[in-house]
Structures are given as C-alpha cells and as structure tokens.
C-alpha cells in the first residue's frame, strides 16, 4: 500500500503539468525555507481540494504552529529608503527625476518588499539603440532583448474573495464570491522581430500587440459534500482513509466585460517621411444585465496513511456562465481628432464566459525520524507551479530546503532553518525569484514568528 | 502617433538607467532629392554660400529628456571643384524649423576651409561634436538641418563646382529621464 502511494507522491510531482502559477509567495518563512512547500492542511489544500474539509487540520503535523507573524524587515528597509513623507520627491516614484527607473517601479509591483531582499534583482542597464533612417528604425535593446516574451505574457488569477456555509454530516450548504481576471498580450512576428532580432521598421508594415482580457465577479450558492469514505489501517483514532469532497454551484455572475483585439501601428513609405497610422480596433463586451448564469463543481480526493498523504483537487469544472443580455461594441482609434470611436455591433444578445479550472495536487511524507517531504503543483488559474521541499527538525532546531518551478518555468530554490523555544519560534528562510524584470534571480530573506 | 510613443518608451523603459541612443543617418533623408547637393559659384575676389535645408523626423515621446552628446560620428562629402582656385568651408545648423536654420545661434558644426582648384574632387571629413546648446532640439519629433558651404575666392577667376554629401550619421545620446 505505502509502495504504491509513494509511487503516486512521485507521479504526482514528474508528470503534472509544468506551466506558471501564483501561490509561491508566503508570509510563512518555514514555508520560504521549502521551496513553497506548505506542510499543514490549510490554505491552498482547502481552498483547490474539498476533500480536505473533512481532513482535520493537525496542530502536530510537521510541527505546525497555531499561526504565524511574519517580520517585515524589507518593508522597514523600504520605508527608511523612502520616507513616506518624501514619496512625492522621491526619484523612484517621481518621472520627471532623471533616476527614474520604470524597471524598478514594476520590480517593485511583482516584488513587494515584504522581506528583505538579500540580493535584489538588478535592472537592465545597458544602452538602447535606435537606428533611424528615412526608411529604416532599428531598435537594438541589447541584453535586454531577454525581456521580450516570446509568447503570451499577462497577470490573471481566479480568486474565491468569500466562502461561507454550515452543514452537518459532511453536507455543506453556503455562498461562494468569485472572482477572476485574466489579461494576455501577444507580440506578433513583426513587432517580436523589432524588439527582439533588432530588425527594422518597415515601410507600409503593421506592428501589433494582440489583447485579450476579461474579468468576472460574482456569487454562487453552494451544495457541498465531503467526508472520510474509507478508513485506514490506524482505525478512527487516525486520520488514515480516503477522504472524498465535491461541490456543487450555480454561478450567478454580477457583471462582465471582455476586451479583445490589436493596439499598434502602420508605418508609411518611407518609414520616417510619414506619421504612422496608430491602430487600435478592439471587440468589447459588458454584461447589461447581472446574473449570468451556469453550473459547475469541485471535486477532491485525498488519501492518508500513516506518515503518507496526497491529494488531488480542480475547482469550478465545467463552469461556463451564459450572461442573457450583452453589449458588443468596437471601439478604435481615429486619427482625425485623435480620438477613439465607439460603434454598437449588436446589444442585447446572448454571450458565454468560463471560469477556468484551477487545482492542486499534493503529497506529504512524514518520517519518523523528524523528516518531513511534501511537494504540490498548484495552478490559480494562469498556469502551474511546481513544489518540492523536505524539513528536518532536531529537537528545538529545524534545517529546510526545497525547490519550485515558478511561472517563468524557471528553477528556484528555498533554504532556512528555525528554533523553538517553548510556544515561540523563529524561522528565517531564503528565497531565489524571479519576480522581476531581469534575467538574474534575486534572492529574498524571510523572517517570521510562530506561536506554537 | 500614440500607439508609436507608447511602443517606443515600452522600449527605451527597457534600458533602465542606461541611456537611449539615437543613431540619425540624416544622408538618408537628403540622398536622392537633390538636397545632398550644393552647387556653388564664386566670384573673383568674393565670398558667397549656398545652402540645403532638410526636414528630419524623430521619434517622438522624448521631450523631456535631457541629451547628454550630439556628434557627428561619419559625415563625408566630396568638393567636385569644376573650376577657379578658392576655399570652401562647410557649416551644420540645427533649429525646431526652417527659418531658425538661418539664424547665428544655430550653427551646430564648422568645418574648416578645404583648398579646391582646377577640376579635381576633395573628399572632405564632417565629424565632431555639434554645439552643446543646441541638444535639446533633438528630444522634438522634428528637427530641421540646413548644410550650407560657404566659399572664398581671392583670385580672379571664378570658382565652380559642387559639394555632393555622401554620408551624414548624427549619434544622439540621451540621458535618463525619458517619461
């Protein structure tokens, strides 16, 4: 039986999907310390896998404390760098200051200086070259080419901002808020070839940033299930079983909008002899109405034996939302006026938005020896990410460490260590990331207290 | 326009701190119109100029930064002198517009006197660093260029020929501060 959920805990972490996800960062040093691993039953369990409602949340599993206080020391650094009282001087956030760095303002948005950042990622500084001729305008970014996506780049998540119900039995009954976004860009050929290959601007050529965006919030009424539907070994006194959880919702969607279609621009002939023609002719939606309506459903299943524990868990399967009363416009740009123009296609037609299906999967093995590994592939909605990492604890003390694979498909890594004294303990863990706009990783240092 | 400012600083934002670095082949803009040619003719024991004007188109979104060098970093014209002994000096201004090019405070680049005589082609070098108090001219989306050649004959025979540009690359060089 162990044989073959170890076999499972390895299939579960070689063969999942490798695409980018959210949830790599914590306020949780342990957790930083493992690469992103979370060893308790809480957080992203719950919230991607129902089974796991009826998985009591063991204070003692991997020495989990009741909760925990993360030590700021970044954000401290940060406010002695930039006094609040000086932001409106303050070169960083200051365009018009010959230091301001776009770069480090984005760094500073996808790196909150939460923790202390032991080695921060540096910007590109190299010089940029644009070549500029009657008919030519090359634009040569030197290293920082790397920066230029090859594919679809974007933010989005699909988040559930509430949760509240009450049953009895392993029955649930409540009302979910959802919400979800998802913004994607697309360079086509021509522009990619510009910023990244250096090639020239050509004469009577279109350059394109292809936008597809939507966003949806609303609520849903939920029936749920979930409960221990095989014991284990261990009996009742263990939480050893299979453990089965579902739902049900009926999606009542409050309002929508989707945006879909070119930004750019068309050169003339030559390339410098005539303004080029800004081009903008997007496709909108908006809900007119609330309650766009569907079905869909979680479901989960987690097995514990013993010191052995995984997991599966997908959320809103199936959950297509049909909105009965929408507005399709086209909006564009105009050049006389300089203005954008916005026609009616139709109104008052019938559309359809999915949520997407977000998961987890998770393993845990707990030695007896103090050892601790565990690993999850968890994706929020815009991707995968992958996380293995494995505690050691030795009597007060506790050596951690651990990898991931973040949303650029790259490799980071995790250390740290803790003590405990008693009720208290201090962890620290360090962090590679690459949640910035560099091709070098940073490495962040994370402080925080656990009350035991 | 917008669509293009807006690509172009994504662009330069990339540089960080670094600088962003305009290399303006203004030849391009002139080659094949007639004005990378200026005929001159001088009479004895005079001075006389003549002079092309050009319009150049920049980028624009990159009016508040600050140029930290403009050079000329290859020019190159030949003097096809088709007659008479004389001088001829080139000059570069530089202006906003047309008109500006003709006033003193433009003159971006002087090119010392080059000796012609008889029917021979002197290739001369245009290359040096323009007049630093006309930088920020080139942070405008146009910018205008008038090459004149200015000539002396002290003899008694009149000086004939042309000036035929070959090739004129301005390296600008801007500091940060690009938004």
Same mark, same amino acid.
């Given at each position: 039986m162990r044989t073959g959920v170890v076999a499972l805990t390895l299939a579960v972490l070689v063969l999942a999907p490798l695409r980018p996800a959210r949830a790599q960062f914590s306020f949780d040093a342990r957790r930083i310390g493992m690469g992103g691993v979370s060893l308790s039953r809480d957080g992203n369990l719950r919230r991607y896998n129902p089974a796991y409602r009826a998985v009591k949340n063991r204070a003692d599993a991997g020495g989990a404390p009741k909760f925990t206080i993360p030590v700021p020391l970044g954000l401290i650094k940060f406010l002695q760098d930039h006094p609040v009282n000086q932001l409106s001087t303050d070169p960083m956030f200051n365009p018009d200051s010959a230091k301001f760095n776009p770069i480090e303002v984005m760094n500073l948005i996808f790196n909150p200086p939460i923790f202390y950042e032991?080695?921060?990622?540096?910007?590109?500084?190299?010089?940029?070259?644009?070549?500029?001729?009657?008919?030519?305008?090359?634009?040569?970014?030197?290293?920082?080419?790397?920066?230029?996506?090859?594919q679809e780049f974007g933010l989005g998540t699909s988040s559930r901002l509430l949760d509240i119900g009450s049953g009895? $039995? =392993? *029955?649930?009954? @409540?009302?979910?808020? #959802?919400?979800?976004?998802? !913004?994607? &860009?697309?360079? /086509?050929?021509?522009?990619?070839?510009?910023?990244?290959?250096?090639?020239?601007?050509?004469?009577?050529?279109?350059?394109?940033?292809?936008?597809?965006?939507?966003?949806?919030?609303?609520?849903?009424?939920?029936?749920?299930?979930?409960?221990?539907?095989?014991?284990g070994a261990g009996g009742d006194e263990s939480d050893d079983g299979v453990y089965l959880g579902g739902a049900l919702?009926?999606?009542?969607?409050?309002?929508?909008?989707?945006?879909?279609?070119? $930004? =750019? *621009?068309?050169? @003339?002939?030559?390339? #410098?002899?005539?303004?080029? !023609?800004? &081009?903008?002719? /997007?496709?909108?939606?908006?809900?007119?109405?609330?309650?766009?309506?569907g079905l869909g459903g979680d479901v989960g299943i987690v097995f514990v034996s013993g010191p052995f524990e995984v997991g599966m868990g997908a959320n809103d399967i199936g959950a297509e939302l049909t909105w009965?009363?929408?507005?399709?416009?086209?909006?564009?740009?105009?050049?006389?006026?300089?203005?954008?123009a916005k026609t009616l296609l139709t109104n008052h037609v019938q559309s359809k938005t999915k949520l997407p299906i977000t998961y987890i999967a998770n393993a845990a093995l707990r030695m007896g020896t103090g050892t601790t590994v565990g690993g999850d592939?968890?994706?929020?909605?815009?991707?995968?990410?992958?996380?293995?990492?494995?505690?050691?604890?030795?009597?007060?003390?506790a050596v951690r460490g651990g990898v991931s694979r973040d949303q650029r498909k790259k490799m980071q890594f995790g250390w740290g260590g803790g003590v405990r004294l008693g009720p208290i303990g201090l962890d620290v863990g360090f962090w590679t990331h690459s949640n910035s706009f560099s091709p070098k990783r940073?490495?962040?240092?994370?402080?925080?207290?656990?009350?035991? | 326009?917008?669509?293009?400012?807006?690509?172009?600083?994504?662009?330069?934002?990339?540089?960080?701190?670094?600088?962003?670095?305009?290399?303006?082949?203004?030849?391009?803009?002139?080659?094949?119109?007639?004005?990378?040619?200026?005929?001159?003719?001088?009479?004895?024991?005079?001075?006389?100029?003549?002079?092309?004007?050009?319009?150049?188109?920049?980028?624009?979104?990159?009016?508040?930064?600050?140029?930290?060098?403009?050079?000329?970093?290859?020019?190159?014209?030949?003097?096809?002198?088709?007659?008479?002994?004389?001088?001829?000096?080139?000059?570069?201004?530089?202006?906003a517009d047309s008109l500006g090019t003709?006033?003193?405070?433009?003159?971006?680049?002087?090119?010392?006197?080059?000796?012609?005589?008889?029917?021979?082609?002197?290739?001369?070098?245009?290359?040096?660093?323009?007049?630093?108090?006309?930088?920020?001219?080139?942070?405008k989306p146009t910018v205008w260029l008038r090459l004149a050649a200015t000539g002396r004959n002290p003899n008694a025979t009149p000086v004939t020929g042309r000036m035929i540009l070959t090739a004129l690359m301005i390296r600008v060089v801007v500091k940060d501060k690009i938004f």
């Open positions: 032991v080695r921060k990622a540096p910007a590109p500084t190299n010089d940029v070259e644009f070549t500029i001729g009657k008919n030519a305008f090359v634009v040569d970014l030197g290293a920082a080419q790397v920066l230029i996506p090859e009895f $039995g =392993g *029955f649930r009954v @409540g009302v979910m808020g #959802f919400l979800q976004y998802d !913004v994607g &860009l697309t360079l /086509d050929d021509s522009l990619r070839r510009v910023l990244k290959d250096a090639d020239s601007v050509r004469a009577n050529t279109t350059y394109r940033v292809l936008g597809d965006g939507v966003a949806q919030a609303g609520f849903a009424p939920t029936v749920g299930y979930a409960g221990r539907v095989l014991r919702h009926y999606y009542m969607g409050g309002t929508y909008a989707r945006a879909t279609g070119p $930004g =750019g *621009f068309t050169t @003339g002939n030559p390339v #410098f002899g005539t303004t080029p !023609v800004a &081009l903008l002719d /997007d496709t909108l939606y908006t809900s007119n109405k609330p309650f766009g309506k009965s009363d929408t507005k399709v416009q086209r909006i564009r740009y105009v050049a006389v006026g300089d203005s954008l592939v968890v994706n929020s909605g815009r991707g995968t990410v992958i996380h293995v990492g494995v505690e050691q604890r030795t009597g007060p003390f940073g490495i962040t240092m994370a402080t925080s207290i656990s009350v035991y | 326009m917008k669509a293009l400012r807006v690509s172009l600083l994504v662009a330069v934002a990339a540089c960080g701190e670094g600088r962003a670095i305009f290399n303006i082949d203004a030849y391009s803009f002139m080659a094949g119109t007639g004005k990378d040619t200026i005929p001159y003719l001088i009479p004895p024991a005079t001075t006389a100029s003549a002079s092309q004007v050009q319009k150049i188109n920049l980028p624009p979104g990159f009016g508040s930064s600050v140029v930290d060098t403009v050079r000329i970093t290859n020019g190159r014209a030949n003097l096809v002198n088709t007659g008479g002994t004389g001088f001829i000096g080139l000059q570069l201004y530089v202006a003709y006033n003193a405070g433009a003159l971006a680049l002087n090119i010392p006197e080059t000796g012609v005589t008889g029917s021979q082609t002197v290739p001369v070098t245009i290359t040096g660093d323009l007049s630093a108090g006309l930088n920020s001219v080139f942070t």
